[in-house]
């Protein structure tokens, strides 16, 4: 990641230093997921759609830790092994809008909620932004893209992480009830995280 681009990292020591911790990602291109590992100040396991472990790059992620995913079913297989993460004190990484949208979280799922409320471990909101050149300043760097899906080569991009927060309401509840609760609760942090993220990077 540093390599190809100028990652700005702040706030990385918000990151509990040991113990079990959920990133929460914003998701508007597909090297979010890659550039968070790679600047992140402790290894990530992100839950990782199945479709993408194929060829070379299956062994490669399976050797980094990643969990495989199927989207089209409960996969309790993934579910395990992400919970696995946590209670062996890991970092897991989740995108809550579930897939590649407008980055905003305008629309959360109920699996954060559900590995948060249920391992107890706390939530670290995390913006990646200039991922998608949106922004007026970069509109020239633009044309210095050797591949249109990926960001200007040696574009800055913003990696900006938040203060934890629990994502329960201290009863211990897992209920339907109490994970729609959760998620409410969650979405006003990571969206309150992503303008704060803005109104500091400019972007």
């Given at each position: 990641?540093?390599?190809?681009?100028?990652?700005?990292?702040?706030?990385?020591?918000?990151?509990?230093?040991?113990?079990?911790?959920?990133?929460?990602?914003?998701?508007?291109?597909?090297?979010?997921?890659?550039?968070?590992?790679?600047?992140?100040?402790?290894?990530v396991?992100?839950?990782?759609?199945?479709?993408?472990?194929?060829?070379?790059?299956?062994?490669?992620?399976e050797?980094?830790?990643q969990?495989?995913?199927?989207?089209d079913?409960?996969?309790?297989?993934?579910i395990?092994?992400?919970?696995g993460?946590?209670?062996?004190?890991?970092?897991?990484?989740?995108?809550?809008?579930?897939?590649?949208?407008?980055?905003?979280f305008?629309?959360?799922?109920?699996?954060?909620?559900?590995?948060?409320?249920?391992?107890?471990?706390?939530?670290?909101?995390?913006?990646?932004l200039?991922?998608?050149?949106?922004?007026?300043r970069?509109?020239?760097?633009?044309?210095?893209?050797?591949?249109k899906?990926?960001?200007?080569?040696?574009?800055?991009?913003?990696?900006?992480?938040?203060?934890?927060?629990?994502?329960?309401?201290?009863?211990?509840r897992?209920t339907?009830?109490?994970l729609?609760?959760a998620?409410?609760?969650?979405?006003?942090?990571?969206?309150?995280?992503l303008?704060?993220?803005?109104?500091?990077?400019?972007?």
């Amino acid at each position: 990641m540093y390599g190809f681009w100028k990652p700005r990292v702040l706030g990385a020591w918000r990151v509990p230093a040991s113990g079990p911790v959920i990133l929460a990602v914003n998701h508007a291109h597909n090297i979010d997921g890659p550039m968070l590992m790679g600047t992140a100040p402790r290894p990530v396991h992100f839950l990782i759609k199945k479709e993408a472990f194929v060829g070379p790059l299956g062994p490669f992620l399976e050797g980094i830790g990643q969990v495989k995913v199927d989207r089209d079913s409960t996969d309790r297989n993934a579910i395990g092994n992400a919970l696995g993460v946590l209670e062996q004190g890991g970092v897991l990484g989740i995108f809550p809008e579930g897939t590649r949208g407008e980055g905003d979280f305008a629309s959360l799922r109920a699996g954060l909620a559900y590995f948060a409320v249920r391992s107890g471990a706390p939530i670290v909101p995390v913006a990646v932004l200039g991922t998608t050149g949106r922004d007026g300043r970069e509109e020239s760097a633009r044309r210095g893209r050797l591949i249109k899906a990926l960001p200007p080569l040696r574009g800055r991009v913003d990696v900006v992480f938040g203060d934890a927060f629990e994502a329960g309401d201290g009863s211990g509840r897992r209920t339907r009830t109490a994970l729609d609760e959760a998620t409410v609760r969650i979405q006003g942090r990571l969206t309150a995280h992503l303008e704060n993220a803005r109104r500091l990077t400019g972007r």
